[in-house]
């Protein structure tokens, strides 16, 4: 639900938004009524009407964009996010072929919306009250005109707040009201995900207690999801999430280190380094460290010669109501001539194991996996480059395997059902391979010609290398999908 409009957004904005003036300085909104239930709802069908080929809020959105346009209605109408069996109403109804705009004309004309919204406000006060509720802030001058008018011209109110809504999510970064709206939606999406989850409503005043406490910081987000927990009849838990990871290097013979966060270095975002709000830091002698809340977990380090050693640190955080998943994995391979990568749509890749969930992973033109769809990339174990009994930079033949995760935080999380060690040995250029099960709750791992497998429904996940001499070992994990809350101890 984190999908962006398309095209056609871009061209609806380019035709329905001024200057970026239209957005700038805002005041919260005390609480309101809640949205009318939906057996309280119209049910007949509406007119259609003529519409001009530039009605750019299609009757042929996806059932993701229509999603995304009845939580930015309820965020305008209610300031909350939807609970599931309104939601699943309205979607009935846009699968039924009303359009966005209609649904939210018929939203704003129930009795508890305009409670809200009464019929009595004038344009201007309309359009003011969209501002603070929906952005937290005053409208310029420009802004209330425009929209005035546009209502004035013959615009229904619940059409021109959701575009309101859309416009606002569309302006530039750092405009004022921008952050806030983005937040309010980032939650509303989580909480709509965690009801669809589990089969259950959080009741209106819930949903519209933690909604509030939503604002421009991002960390905000976050203790509204944490809150959220509570109302979603959850069993005591201890689950993790993962929220950010750090790049760190040091060398032993100069002793200098070096850090960078996707804060301290943004470059680094474009290999695959993520912060959710503000947790990952770099201390003043150059050692990751995590903070608000979370631990610092380091997951993999890489040799890259004699004295010098990369390392990926991810930050984890305790959560009531999730923990994390493994959705996809990735081989790649750094060579003196480039790189190598493969994702499971490569036979050979899928044949040894490695997995997609559903277009998760991706390899770069330049051979850098990478996670998509909001999957975070993280380095499962340590990446090896020892050849013989000494390490081999790779300016002199050496190479560097890594076996990656996408990962996404999730009330399904990953959970190890089987453990399997394997060893390669190279003797003159041949490797002779070895495997053994060392535990298996119920007939989930194998060795298949000394190549470690997992079956019946797990998914084959290395969690880590190490090497002595010519000798390389691993330990490999088989995973199933689980609604059980553990700590992912495969990390440590």
């Not at 309280?40 to 042929?60: A, Q, V």
């Not at 707040?161 to 806030?180: C, F, Q």
């Not at 391979?433 to 194998?446: H, I, Q, R």
Request: hydrophobic share 30%; proline share 3%; charged share 20%.
């Amino acid at each position: 639900m984190k999908v962006r409009s398309t095209k056609m957004l871009l061209q609806f904005f380019v035709l329905v938004i001024p200057s970026m003036a239209l957005l700038s300085s805002f005041q919260n909104c005390s609480g309101f009524s809640e949205l009318s239930s939906p057996s309280e709802t119209p049910t007949s069908e509406m007119s259609s009407g003529n519409e001009s080929s530039s009605n750019l809020i299609s009757r042929n959105f996806s059932e993701i964009e229509m999603t995304e346009s009845i939580i930015q209605i309820y965020v305008a109408a209610v300031q909350r996010p939807p609970e599931l069996s309104g939601f699943n109403y309205w979607l009935k109804e846009a699968q039924s072929r009303k359009s966005s705009h209609e649904i939210a004309s018929i939203i704003f004309s129930l009795d508890g919306v305009k409670a809200i919204y009464p019929a009595t406000m004038s344009s201007s006060d309309f359009v003011t009250a969209i501002y603070h509720n929906v952005f937290s802030r005053d409208p310029d001058d420009e802004g209330l005109n425009y929209w005035v008018k546009s209502l004035e011209s013959g615009r229904d109110r619940g059409r021109l707040a959701l575009e309101m809504v859309m416009a606002g999510l569309h302006t530039a970064d750092g405009t004022p009201g921008k952050s806030i709206i983005v937040n309010r939606m980032d939650f509303s999406r989580y909480a709509l995900e965690q009801q669809q989850s589990r089969g259950n409503d959080v009741s209106p005043d819930n949903l519209k207690a933690v909604f509030a406490m939503v604002n421009e910081n991002r960390l905000s987000v976050e203790q509204a999801k944490s809150s959220l927990a509570s109302f979603l009849n959850l069993p005591a838990t201890n689950g993790e999430i993962i929220v950010a990871s750090i790049y760190s290097d040091e060398d032993s013979s100069t002793n200098v280190k070096t850090c960078q966060t996707i804060h301290s270095n943004p470059s680094i975002k474009n290999v695959g380094y993520f912060d959710d709000a503000d947790y990952s830091s770099c201390s003043s002698n150059g050692n990751p460290e995590c903070i608000n809340g979370s631990t610092a977990i380091r997951i993999a380090e890489t040799p890259v010669n004699s004295t010098k050693t990369k390392h990926q640190t991810v930050c984890v955080k305790d959560d009531p109501s999730q923990g994390f998943r493994i959705v996809a994995t990735i081989y790649s391979k750094q060579t003196s001539s480039g790189n190598e990568c493969l994702t499971s749509e490569n036979s050979n890749a899928l044949k040894v194991g490695y997995f997609d969930k559903g277009g998760y992973s991706q390899c770069t033109s330049e051979g850098i996996p990478m996670c998509l769809k909001g999957a975070k990339k993280v380095v499962l174990s340590n990446s090896l480059q020892i050849i013989g009994d000494s390490v081999v930079p790779i300016s002199q033949g050496g190479s560097i395997k890594y076996f990656t995760g996408c990962i996404i935080n999730d009330y399904i999380k990953s959970k190890i059902v089987a453990n399997i060690s394997s060893q390669t040995i190279y003797v003159n250029g041949k490797a002779t391979d070895s495997c053994s099960v060392t535990y298996d709750s119920g007939s989930y791992a194998t060795c298949d010609n000394n190549i470690p497998l997992c079956k019946n429904g797990a998914y084959k996940v290395v969690t880590n290398q190490t090497a002595s001499g010519n000798t390389y070992y691993y330990k490999t994990a088989c995973m199933i999908d689980s609604k059980e809350y553990q700590k992912a101890s495969f990390l440590r």
